[in-house]
């Protein structure tokens, strides 16, 4: 161990008429680490929400949509076969998609009409795995059925959110009308198309705004009731890496070209990661206040460790020690003070977002945040920038009073002794 070390350490360790300044080191200390553990558990947070939100969206969402201009798609078949051969494609599904009007004898509701495929949508999106009350399979058209897309009872089935069911005032099993904004030409005029059907199932995706204005029924119910005949809205793809969902995407318009175009799960959704990223980005900065405070205690720590030890650094000096050597003592001193506050910081973080994460005692409103509870993950990225920001504005912290010291005359400190 180098004398400047030693020295350093020695100085953190205050004699006890030198209480005062062994108490602003503490707080120098402290400073650090709850500077350290806010910015960790605030960015977890930020990240666990980002991340549970994608996983939401993505869940019930494909990763490529893939649209006709002004137009439906016909050939379903030879369109699937042309996108599934492009690089980067897991699988595909056809899907239906409007806006309609569900009625019950206690309330009506605007939702978003979505006509799935059971068999292929279980490939692509994961509505499965958010059914709390029935299962997708009873979408499915059993044997004896009366009518395309019907039941045996000739009812179609549709599959609802938990907030669409309560403001409905509905449970499984009810039946409700289902309006679609396509007329139909009768005799006395265009009238709107309206069906029956049941509910065959509820699901929960733990966001409000899915939860309470999606609805999901088969692919030919959805023909059936929008006038489409065979036809279908696009295409749903699921890609093998999301994040290279753009330009997969850009690859299908390329193998397709007009008048088809894509859309990809980024760009769908472009304006909110790009307002939690900016919130991210902001929190980082607001909480690094608080290390930045804890840097001015570190800095007046040393003013009056320097200011108390006057003597000894005259005498070091009159030994041969250069000024290189005392603003090393005291960088070290504010280095150690700053390293060991991330260190606890770090520590009081994972601990604190470990039980976040494990008992969910943070609950939020789901119609104001989208989920009920407060998500964590911790990225090693984060942490590392946090440790690294922390220890430089300590280091930063030592420079004007180390150099101070370094200045000190040996005569004129030991003028009186």
């Known amino acids: 161990m180098s004398f400047e070390w030693f020295i350093g350490l020695r100085y953190l360790k ?3 008429k030198q209480t005062f300044i062994s108490v602003i080191t503490f707080i120098s200390v402290a400073g650090v680490m709850v500077g350290v553990m806010a910015l960790i558990v605030v960015l977890a947070v930020m990240t666990g929400f980002k991340e549970d939100l994608k996983g939401k969206i993505l869940g019930l969402n494909a990763h490529v949509l893939v649209l006709k201009y002004g137009d439906s798609v016909g050939d379903v078949k030879g369109l699937q076969e042309k996108i599934e051969k492009t690089k980067g494609v897991v699988d595909t599904t056809p899907f239906i998609y409007s806006q309609a009007m569900l009625s019950s004898q206690l309330g009506a509701s605007g939702v978003v009409l979505r006509g799935i495929d059971f068999k292929s949508s279980n490939k692509v999106i994961n509505l499965r795995q958010y ?3 029935g299962s997708l399979e009873n979408l499915e058209i059993p044997s004896g059925q009366k009518g395309p897309g019907k039941n045996t009872e000739g009812t179609p089935g549709i599959i609802i959110g938990r907030e669409l069911a309560k403001n409905l005032g ?6 409700v009308q289902l309006m679609s904004p396509t007329g139909m030409i009768t005799p006395v005029g265009v009238i709107p198309r309206m069906e029956a059907f049941k509910i065959v199932g509820i699901f929960d995706c733990g966001m409000f705004e899915y939860d309470s204005s999606m609805a999901f029924i088969s692919l030919r119910a959805a023909q059936s009731l929008l006038g489409l005949g065979n036809r279908i809205t696009g295409l749903e793809v699921k890609v093998a890496d999301i994040y290279k969902a753009d330009q997969i995407a850009a690859a299908i318009n390329n193998t397709l070209g007009y008048p088809y175009w ?7 959704n472009k304006n909110l990661f790009s307002a939690l990223k900016l919130e991210k980005i902001a929190m980082f ?9 804890a840097a001015f205690n570190i800095v007046s720590t040393l003013i009056m460790v320097v200011m108390e030890k006057n003597k000894d650094i005259a005498i070091l000096k009159s030994m041969g020690a250069t000024r290189q050597s005392i603003m090393k003592i005291f960088v070290m001193e504010g280095v150690i003070v700053g390293f060991t506050g991330t260190i606890l910081g770090i520590i009081g973080g994972f601990g604190l977002t470990s039980l976040l994460k494990k008992y969910k005692f ?22 590392a920038l946090i440790s690294l920001a922390a220890v430089v504005i300590s280091f930063l912290a030592t420079l004007y ?17």
């Open 14 to 16: 205050a004699k006890r």
């Open 131 to 133: 059914m709390v009350e």
């Open 170 to 175: 509905v449970i499984r099993g009810d039946r």
């Open 262 to 268: 894509t859309r990809d799960w980024m760009k769908m």
């Open 285 to 293: 900065i607001i909480l690094a206040l608080i290390v930045l405070v």
């Open 362 to 383: 943070i609950k939020l409103p789901s119609d104001v945040y989208y989920i009920s509870t407060l998500p964590v993950k911790v990225e090693a990225l984060d942490v």
């Open 401 to 417: 009073p180390s150099w101070q010291a370094s200045k000190l005359e040996p005569a004129t400190a030991l003028r009186y002794e």
